[in-house]
Nanobody
Framework: QVQLVESGGGLVQAGGSLRLSCAAS????????MGWFRQAPGKEREFVAA????????HYADSVKGRFTISRDNAKNTVYLQMNSLKPEDTAVYYCAADWSFSVSSLIYDYDYWGQGTQVTVSS
């Protein structure tokens, strides 16, 4: 049974930082590209960042480029999202997802498994 469990969300002031983690189990983690998505109230889920199976390739949404960094530790079956210079518009539930692919994708339907999400709230 595949499980993706996000952690690290919380309440932070604008300009602050948070580091999200996603621990994976039940899959060969090193064979999957990993992605982070987010969904704000009343909005559709949107792509945030993705990283290739090796960690050698990354892709970011324009809205987070230069502020967020995705990374992974295949020995720990964990993917991270370091979020700096947070803005109120970053407030959302953040989801990690796994894509059985050698490339990175920003498309929701490419991803095979999803976590339950972790809330990030940025106050102004």
């Amino acid at each position: 049974q595949v499980q993706l469990v996000e952690s690290g969300g919380g309440l932070v002031q604008a300009g602050g930082s948070l580091r999200l983690s996603c621990a994976a189990s039940g899959l060969t983690f090193g064979s999957y590209a990993m992605g982070w998505f987010r969904q704000a109230p009343g909005k559709e889920r949107e792509f945030v960042a993705a990283i290739s199976w090796s960690g050698g390739g990354t892709h970011y949404a324009d809205s987070v480029k230069g502020r967020f960094t995705i990374s992974r530790d295949n020995a720990k079956n964990t993917v991270y999202l370091q979020m700096n210079s947070l803005k109120p518009e970053d407030t959302a539930v953040y989801y990690c997802a796994a894509d059985w692919s050698f490339s990175v994708s920003s498309l929701i339907y490419d991803y095979d498994y999803w976590g339950q999400g972790t809330q990030v709230t940025v106050s102004s």
